[in-house]
């Protein structure tokens, strides 16, 4: 009688498996579904944020925005990078107020003629007073091809340095790492940087557009004598 029991439990085990099966294999076309949606989106935004490449024609920055700052790679006018770095600074209130924490986050775009050919994603976090830092980079080679896991993060910290490539993190419905990472955090982060070089953009036009104002009235008032 128990050998019978054992038997038909098997038996409804058995018919339970494939239909696990099914659920696991809908599970992960569905993942694959969602990251390549993401894939996307952050294919649209590296084309966007190549108006960075803008920048590298103007002589001199007029203007950013606070706790920001504009470097390039190499000499006007043989630029073929613009690195754009954002800051957060923590002090004690005062006058003479002493450094507690820093924080850094930038965006460092390069070009192969007119085409993005590099993006390094950094973010740079320091507890002064303990002296702690910790810093992630994250570097894609091959921004515009269709494959993103191929980009490769560096971190340091206290426990020293780790490489990881983005191909290696979990994205399965237990741990949909890969995806949870380009949809929380990567994207988020180059739409800040969308919006910053636009905001720079924006200002760089607007002198140029003061200084032509300027020429034209003064060469209009050469016409009165």
Known sequence: MKLHRLLLLLAQLSSLIPLCVVSLSA???????REKQLDKEILSLYKDLSRARELLSYDKIQAVPGNTNVSFIGSFPNRTGVKIRKFNIDADPGPKGKLRNSEEKSILLEFNGSTLSRVEVSVISEDV??????????????????????MEIFFSGIDGTSKFALADFANDDVKPERNNFKKDF???????????????????????LKGQKNMLKQLNGSLKY
């Open 27 to 33: 599970e992960a076309a569905a993942h694959n579904v």
């Open 186 to 208: 990567y994207i988020k982060f180059l739409l800040d940087f969308h919006s910053q070089i636009s905001s720079i953009l924006a200002v760089q036009k607007s002198q140029g």
């Open 129 to 150: 007073q303990i002296e702690q830092k910790s810093k992630t980079l994250i570097v894609d080679t091959s921004p515009l091809d269709d494959n993103l896991n191929d």
